[in-house]
C-alpha cells in the first residue's frame, strides 16, 4: 500500500485548520496524513521546508501577501524549488480573479470550503498525481479567462487599487450584503466596513453600491 499524501494546510483561521484536519483524519484515513499547518506566508514557507508535504491546501487569502506569496516564496527559495509540493487553493472566495490568480500563481487546482470531506480527499489524491482539480463554477472561469472572454489583465488592473480587505468588502457588499453583515462576517467593526467601502468606491471612481455590484457583476467578481 502505497504511503498516505503527506499535506500542509495553510489558513488563518484556528478552527478552520482544525475542521479540515479533523476532517481528513476521518475521510482520508490512510489516505492523507496532515504533516503540518501554518497562519501566514512566513510560516507556510517555512513549514514546506521543514515537513516536506507533498499537497499544500493553501487558502488564497493570508496575511503576509496571500497564497500566490506562498508560491511564488518556496518556488523561489534555494533547496526547495526542486522539491516543490503541489498547490491545491481551498478557499472561501469563488470570485473570478481569485481564480485566475491563484492559477497563475502555480496551483494546480481550487476549490471552495463548501466542499465535503470525501471530495477534498479525492481532490488532494487528484493533484498529487499531477491532475488540475477545479470546483466545477471555477473551470469556467478559467476556461473563459483562456477564450479570452475575460479580460484578465484589465481586471488585475482594477484590483491592484484595492487592499486585500478592500476587495473582500467589495466583494460582499456587491453581493448585496449590508454593513452589519459585512462587518459580522469580516469579523471587524461597521464603521471600519464603511472607511473600506468609501475607499473602494473613491479607487474604482463610483459613486454608489449598485455602480458597484454592476462593476463587479461585469467583471464577474460576484
Do not use: C
Not at 41 to 55: L, M, N
Amino acid at each position: 500500500m502505497a504511503d498516505p499524501i503527506r499535506v500542509l494546510v495553510v489558513d488563518d483561521h484556528a478552527m478552520f485548520r482544525a475542521g479540515v484536519k479533523a476532517e481528513l483524519a476521518t475521510a482520508g484515513a490512510g489516505v492523507v496524513d496532515v504533516v503540518a499547518e501554518a497562519a501566514d506566508v512566513g510560516e507556510a514557507v517555512a513549514q514546506v521546508r521543514e515537513s516536506r508535504p507533498d499537497v499544500v491546501l493553501l487558502d488564497v487569502h493570508l496575511p503576509g501577501g496571500g497564497g500566490v506569496e506562498v508560491m511564488r516564496k518556496v518556488a523561489s527559495t534555494p533547496g526547495l524549488a526542486d522539491q516543490t509540493p503541489r498547490f491545491l487553493a481551498l478557499s472561501v472566495s469563488d470570485a473570478a480573479e481569485d481564480v485566475i490568480g491563484t492559477i497563475r500563481g502555480g496551483a494546480r487546482g481550487y476549490v471552495t470550503k463548501t466542499i465535503t470531506g470525501p471530495e477534498l480527499v479525492a481532490a488532494i489524491r487528484r493533484v498529487n498525481d499531477g491532475d488540475a482539480v477545479f470546483s466545477p463554477r471555477l473551470a469556467g472561469f478559467v476556461l473563459d479567462a483562456f477564450a479570452g472572454s475575460i479580460d484578465v489583465a484589465a481586471v488585475d488592473e482594477d484590483l491592484d487599487r484595492l487592499t486585500e480587505r478592500e476587495r473582500e468588502v467589495m466583494r460582499l457588499i456587491a453581493r448585496g450584503y449590508s454593513y452589519k453583515e459585512v462587518a459580522r462576517e469580516l469579523f471587524i467593526s461597521i464603521k471600519t466596513v464603511e472607511t473600506h467601502m468609501s475607499s473602494v468606491l473613491r479607487k474604482l471612481q463610483l459613486s454608489s453600491r449598485h455602480e458597484l455590484a454592476r462593476w463587479a457583476s461585469d467583471r464577474r467578481l460576484l
